[in-house]
């Protein structure tokens, strides 16, 4: 089974800033990564899959990079609604698709 | 827009089994996608349980293939997640969610979720 390792576990940065989160996955996923927003009471919304594409109605202001077994989502000015937990995801080897451990966001 | 909804049970008693359904709305079931159950627990995050296809074909997680069975009903536009011989460990919030049908295995639509606590 793959694991997905992310870091930092909380993020703290202000509106408007960039934020970079990292993932990596403990054998080669290739590029079969996805990365999902997730709020309070809410279900996990998909932002990135593929690595580096977005998923519909996703803003430009998310992208995604890496390969083999490093990854990064990079939030390039923070809005206040993109305060969230973020979760990785690989596809690669399956069964299981498995996912990370989450980055908590918070509002410095 | 496709919506996805959970149902089912809130409580189950240890040793019993948990059932949940998956009603399909604003698309069709029998579309080329394949449909997950995916729970979300405190102690262990986000845990893929398995799948379905139209076809009827299925794999589930090896962790839980000794226990899990997801059906499908074509009539109803729904799919259900039946996880047996439930412990504590099994307490979680239980999603169903959408596979991209052009990516299987990422995941664009999920129901808002369902806690289900196994407790006597």
């Known amino acids: 089974e793959v694991v997905l390792t992310q870091s930092p576990a909380t993020l703290s940065l202000s509106p408007g800033e960039r934020a970079t989160l990292s993932c990596r996955a403990s054998?080669?996923?290739?590029?079969?990564l996805a990365w999902y927003q997730q709020k309070p009471g809410q279900a996990p919304r998909l932002l990135i899959y593929?690595?580096?594409k977005r998923a519909t109605g996703i803003p430009a202001r998310f992208s995604g990079s890496g390969s083999g077994t490093d990854f990064s989502l990079t939030i390039s000015s923070l809005e206040p609604e993109d305060f969230a937990v973020y979760f990785c995801?690989?596809?690669?080897?399956?069964?299981?698709?498995?996912f990370g451990q989450g980055t908590k966001l918070e509002i410095k | 827009q496709v919506q996805l909804q959970e149902s089912g049970p809130g409580l189950v008693k240890p040793s019993g089994t948990l059932s949940l359904t998956c009603a399909v709305s604003g698309g069709s079931i029998t579309s080329s996608n394949w449909w997950s159950w995916v729970r979300q627990s405190p102690g262990k995050g986000l845990e893929w349980i398995g799948e379905?296809?139209?076809?009827?074909?299925?794999i589930y997680t090896p962790s839980l293939n000794s226990r899990v069975t997801i059906s499908l009903d074509k009539s109803k536009n729904h799919f259900s997640l039946s996880l047996s011989s439930v412990t504590a460990a099994d307490t979680a919030v239980y999603y169903c969610a959408r596979g991209i049908q052009f990516a299987r295995g990422y995941f664009d639509y999920w129901g808002q979720g369902t806690l289900v606590t196994v407790s006597s």
């Open positions: 379905i296809y139209p076809s009827g074909s299925t």
């Open positions: 593929d690595t580096s």
């Open positions: 995801q690989q596809r690669s080897d399956w069964p299981p698709y498995t």
């Open positions: 054998q080669s996923v290739s590029r079969f």
